[in-house]
């Protein structure tokens, strides 16, 4: 069956950058050590699972600090100096995620004392530079943000929608009963068109609902 996502309207604000894989660097500064480490993440309890996991390899740790940021606006974002003085450490890895205009991003940057001082500002310059130097070797990423989409039909026509289903979604979930019953992720700013392709196979007979209901 010939693909029509070569007439799918992407546009550049349905896309997300991001980093591909986990990427982990060590930098010491005066005989501190800072182990960064950048993951790619979904939601929340994503990136706080990965943080737990963080803090338990590496509780012998001085600091463990970080920085998150998730969704295509930026808008859910949370930060920690974890013991540092403030605004020395979570700060500043935050915004060096901001630089490099990434979200969907977890950054952690542990550290082991290393005998000497470095100062509020020997702080801040270690911190940015230990984030920068993991996302220096990550590889960035874009990726359209999606959309849950349910979709509701009978036998007959789940063997008509299915081609479309496979190739065209990201199938999360599906459930037979009296009818079936499919859970689908799709690109943002894709919708109108699958829409239009679904209802024509099925004379419009197929339920759509956006959302994961």
């Given amino acids: 069956m010939k693909n029509d996502k070569k007439n799918i309207d992407f546009t550049r604000n349905h896309f997300k950058r991001t980093i591909e894989g986990t990427v982990k660097v060590e930098l010491v500064v005066k005989n501190s050590k800072f182990i960064a480490q950048a993951f790619p993440v979904v939601n929340i309890d994503d990136a706080n699972s990965i943080l737990l996991n963080v803090k338990r390899r590496y509780s012998d740790a001085t600091h463990n600090c970080f920085a998150y940021v998730i969704g295509l606006e930026k808008n859910i974002y949370k930060f920690s100096d974890d013991g540092e003085p403030s605004g020395t450490a979570g700060k ?3 915004q060096t995620i901001h630089h490099f205009n ?5 950054v952690i940057v542990t550290r082991y ?5 470095l100062g509020a500002s ?3 310059r270690a911190y940015s530079n230990a984030t920068k130097l993991a996302l ?3 590889r960035i990423v874009e990726k359209p943000d999606e959309l849950f989409v349910t979709l509701e039909t ?3 026509d789940y063997k008509r929608i299915k081609p479309i289903v496979q190739n065209e979604m990201n199938v999360i979930e599906e459930t037979f009963t009296d009818f079936v019953k499919i859970l689908v992720k799709i ?3 894709t919708e109108h068109i699958l829409v239009d392709k679904l ?3 099925t004379s419009g007979r197929i339920k759509i609902k956006f959302g994961n209901v």
């Fill in 92 to 94: 500043p890895i935050l």
């Fill in 113 to 117: 004392f290393g005998g000497v001082k």
């Fill in 102 to 106: 990434l979200t969907d991003i977890l």
């Fill in 187 to 189: 690109p943002l700013g």
């Fill in 154 to 156: 009978n036998f007959n």
């Fill in 136 to 138: 220096d070797n990550a």
């Fill in 122 to 124: 020997g702080l801040v």
């Fill in 199 to 201: 209802n024509n196979l």
